[in-house]
């Protein structure tokens, strides 16, 4: 009995962590992405003022959440047409029961990757295939994804991409769930949603987003999917039984973040102008940078094992996640998810031992 799951990667690079600790000045830990500049103060105290709250919540969302999710759609998506939505607790929470509230029986998923999609697909006991970015290569499957802009790599999709993963779907009848929890944060390029794609026929199209990194809630859990309005109703079928519901002071916290997009702005400066001050670090040390183009991560190679690449900037104290864990042997994922003192130290160590 039990599910045979992948061993979970970060275990492996706890030694690395080791290493890295041992640097007098300190450890830099560029490898969770997780957000360290704060929860913007008015959301944390709609979150406080909302304290009270006995009630189950509802698992389709509040009419004010449903509506605040629709209409942010609608202006930042460009989306149109019939579509749903429906409040997640989590996009990983999502990404990893998706496939069992479908009952996909085949998945593809990017073959450098977030592991929660493989992940998913291995608790549905699907069949689970690893497939390039270019969806005119596809096999038939019940349910594909997409991640622009992906973790780990930050690349993102063109509309040409975005068109060819809705003519497989309309070609096979599979469903394309699109994981934009990124999308707010280009850089060198502006990043689309699939629905500004679909030219308001979301029928097996889904997006999903989170707040998690958008609005530093992460710690909230909050996310929610947007698209096909049959087959959301269909998820929420499966929810209305299983529970996973969004408490309710995290959906009021939900509205206010959503109808803000300055603090949004203000992130993607943040993470941005941290990636400038790694980057010439990074290529002075003879690390190359591929696509990096939007997201919280740097995907950097020097063409070496990406082991060899973690060790030595664990020699500096800094911690970055092998590629390996995505699927890709010779990369290495910086994330941007360090104060702005400490990515400064992080270029200053690296630029040094790049001249030694
Ligand atoms: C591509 C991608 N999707 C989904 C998630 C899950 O985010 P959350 O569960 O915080 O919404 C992550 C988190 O790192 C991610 O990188």
Redesign the pocket.
Known sequence: MGHKLPDFPWDALAPYGATAKEHPAGIIDLSV?TPVDPTPYFIQQVLKDSANSPSYPVTMGTPGLRSAITEWAKAHLGAAGNFGVLPLI????F?AWLPTFLTSQTVLYPEVA?P?YLVGAMLAKSEATPVGIDASQWPKADLAWV?SPS?PTGRVHSSAEYQAAIDWSRGTGGVVVS?E??LEFGKTVTPTSILAHTGGDNKNILAVH?L?KRSNL?GY?A?FVVGDADLIAQILEVRKHAGMMVPLPVQKAMIAALSDSDHVAEQRRRYNSRKDLLIPALKAAGFSIDFSDAGLYLWATRNEDCWQSVAWLASLGILATPGIFYGDATHIRIAMTATDAQISEAAARITAAAGA
Do not use: F, I, M, Q
Request: glycine share 12%; hydrophobic share 15%; charged share 20%.
């Open positions: 992405g989590g996009s990983k929470e990404v977030y929660t991640n973790n994981d929890c990124y989170s998690s992460a859990r996310a």
